[in-house]
């Protein structure tokens, strides 16, 4: 039996019907191919933001450090570590943090110091190449600092604005000094952009009497590295330090983003669900049309698994046909919005999930799962939506079939 030739012919003969099932699971697969891509931009942007903004791949610390921050906890001869890692082709840069006071006029606010080496900083994260205004630091004027969006908006500072910084330092003085506002940041995280303030470490020093030492030393490693690894490498480079990867400093983000195909798949799943009732109706209604061909079929010897695979044909072809349709506007707009993106901005100011600011352009994410996924799945699912319709034609009986009205 010509199988190909004769299910050609049954999808040709419904032309209406046909073309209402190739446009239902064009449509559903286009449209998943776009979803599945800026899901999958989300969540790259999310990993992007976290680690390549301010926590970076790994972090050292001082024993202790992270569960009781304190100014004295401090890792000692930071500068000659980092020489260290950067040896094993890792990128690090060291900060130092405490907490103090910000005014200008009659606003005023909490605030995170977090003393940087401006030119470390620029060469390891993308923080410093992340502004709304102005620039970055500059190690040759230790009055300069850069403030936390949200916090510049609490102070109701601008460009070239006076901030008062007032603290205890750690010899137990009152520190106090004038600073100038020389840029403002984008949307970091929630911590930074409501309390983040960024001053060279000269400058901490100074402010806060800490002489020597680090609070932090943050890591990024090169795009084919093994995160284990390496953090198994730099933990015998650090020896008597604490060292935890990006996973360990924010579980909540690492299970979200290996959950990613778990939120993924279900949505993708319950779309096609509604296409393939679409297909068992349209194929139920081809096999009810045309009872009596089957039954003359069966009649001149044609056995049942001939006319399964004939129903099941049908279907593959016209999924075949809707898959070019659907890829056809679904993969170049996904690559439209990879490059392009939505524009979130006119919907909100900011969105973090997890602590992590998303950037306010969503864009797309496209590769082979992008693409492999919403397709296979709709294979799959419309051909177990065929196995009902093709069995019962599968299974006539000749008799009754011709003379079915």
Same mark, same amino acid.
Request: proline share 3%; hydrophobic share 50%.
């Given at each position: 039996?010509?199988?190909?030739?004769?299910?050609? !012919?049954?999808?040709?003969?419904?032309?209406? !019907?046909?073309?209402?099932?190739?446009?239902?699971?064009?449509?559903?697969? *286009?449209?998943?191919?776009?979803?599945?891509?800026?899901?999958? *931009?989300?969540?790259?942007? /999310?990993?992007?933001?976290?680690?390549?903004?301010?926590?970076?791949?790994?972090?050292?610390?001082?024993?202790?450090? !992270?569960?009781?921050?304190?100014?004295?906890?401090?890792?000692?001869? =930071?500068?000659?570590?980092?020489? !260290?890692?950067?040896?094993?082709?890792?990128?690090?840069?060291?900060?130092?943090?405490?907490?103090?006071?910000?005014?200008? *006029?009659?606003?005023?606010? *909490?605030?995170?110091?977090?003393?940087?080496?401006?030119?470390?900083?620029?060469?390891?994260?993308?923080?410093?190449?992340?502004? $709304?205004?102005?620039?970055?630091?500059?190690?040759?004027?230790?009055?300069?600092? &850069?403030?936390?969006?949200?916090?510049?908006?609490? $102070?109701?500072?601008?460009?070239?604005?006076?901030?008062?910084? @007032?603290?205890?330092?750690?010899?137990?003085?009152?520190?106090?000094? $004038?600073?100038?506002? %020389?840029? #403002?940041?984008?949307?970091?995280?929630?911590?930074?952009?409501?309390?983040?303030?960024?001053?060279?470490?000269?400058?901490?020093?100074?402010? /806060? +009497? @800490?002489?020597?030492?680090?609070?932090?030393?943050? #890591?990024?490693? =090169?795009?084919?590295?093994?995160?284990?690894?390496?953090?198994?490498?730099?933990?015998?480079?650090?020896?008597?330090?604490? &060292?935890?990867?990006?996973?360990?400093?924010?579980?909540?983000?690492?299970?979200?983003? %290996?959950?990613? %195909?778990?939120?993924?798949? =279900?949505?993708?799943?319950?779309?096609?669900?509604? +296409?393939?009732?679409?297909?068992?109706?349209?194929?139920?209604?081809?096999?009810?049309?045309?009872?009596?061909?089957?039954?003359?079929?069966?009649?001149l010897g044609v056995n049942p698994y001939e006319v399964f695979f004939l129903v099941l044909t049908e279907t593959i072809i016209m999924t075949t046909a809707a898959a070019v349709l659907g890829l056809g506007f679904g993969v170049p707009l996904a690559f439209y919005l990879e490059t392009h993106g939505i524009n979130l901005a006119p919907f909100t100011e900011g969105t973090t999930i997890s602590g992590v600011?998303?950037?306010?352009?969503?864009?797309?994410? @496209?590769?082979?799962?992008?693409?492999?996924? =919403?397709?296979?799945?709709?294979?799959?699912?419309? @051909?177990?939506?065929?196995?009902?319709?093709?069995?019962?034609?599968?299974?006539?009986?000749?008799?009754?079939?011709?003379?079915?009205?």
């Amino acid at each position: 039996m010509k199988t190909w030739s004769m299910a050609f !012919r049954n999808i040709l003969r419904a032309k209406r !019907r046909s073309m209402i099932t190739i446009l239902a699971m064009a449509v559903a697969l *286009g449209i998943m191919v776009v979803y599945t891509g800026l899901m999958d *931009g989300m969540i790259g942007d /999310m990993k992007k933001n976290a680690v390549m903004l301010e926590m970076g791949h790994v972090q050292i610390h001082a024993e202790g450090y !992270r569960e009781s921050p304190s100014i004295y906890k401090r890792i000692q001869a =930071p500068d000659e570590l980092v020489e !260290r890692l950067a040896k094993a082709g890792y990128t690090a840069s060291y900060r130092l943090f405490a907490s103090g006071l910000a005014a200008r *006029g009659n606003s005023s606010a *909490g605030v995170f110091l977090r003393g940087v080496a401006p030119d470390m900083e620029a060469e390891t994260m993308r923080l410093p190449h992340h502004l $709304l205004a102005g620039k970055w630091l500059n190690k040759n004027d230790p009055k300069d600092i &850069v403030l936390g969006k949200r916090l510049a908006k609490t $102070l109701s500072a601008s460009l070239g604005d006076e901030i008062v910084i @007032v603290s205890q330092a750690s010899d137990g003085s009152i520190a106090n000094d $004038l600073y100038r506002v %020389d840029g #403002i940041l984008k949307s970091i995280s929630e911590e930074v952009d409501r309390a983040g303030l960024f001053m060279t470490i000269d400058a901490f020093r100074d402010l /806060m +009497v @800490v002489t020597q030492g680090a609070h932090e030393i943050v #890591i990024t490693l =090169p795009e084919d590295a093994d995160l284990n690894a390496a953090a198994s490498t730099i933990t015998n480079m650090a020896q008597g330090l604490e &060292v935890s990867t990006w996973r360990q400093l924010n579980p909540a983000l690492a299970q979200m983003i %290996d959950a990613a %195909d778990a939120f993924l798949l =279900p949505l993708v799943i319950i779309t096609y669900i509604a +296409v393939a009732i679409v297909i068992l109706n349209a194929m139920l209604m081809a096999v009810f049309e045309r009872i009596r061909e089957y039954g003359v079929m069966k009649a001149l010897g044609v056995n049942p698994y001939e006319v399964f695979f004939l129903v099941l044909t049908e279907t593959i072809i016209m999924t075949t046909a809707a898959a070019v349709l659907g890829l056809g506007f679904g993969v170049p707009l996904a690559f439209y919005l990879e490059t392009h993106g939505i524009n979130l901005a006119p919907f909100t100011e900011g969105t973090t999930i997890s602590g992590v600011a998303l950037d306010l352009i969503w864009h797309s994410m @496209v590769s082979a799962r992008t693409i492999l996924i =919403p397709l296979v799945t709709l294979y799959v699912l419309t @051909v177990i939506a065929t196995i009902y319709p093709a069995a019962k034609a599968a299974y006539l009986n000749p008799v009754d079939a011709i003379h079915h009205h």
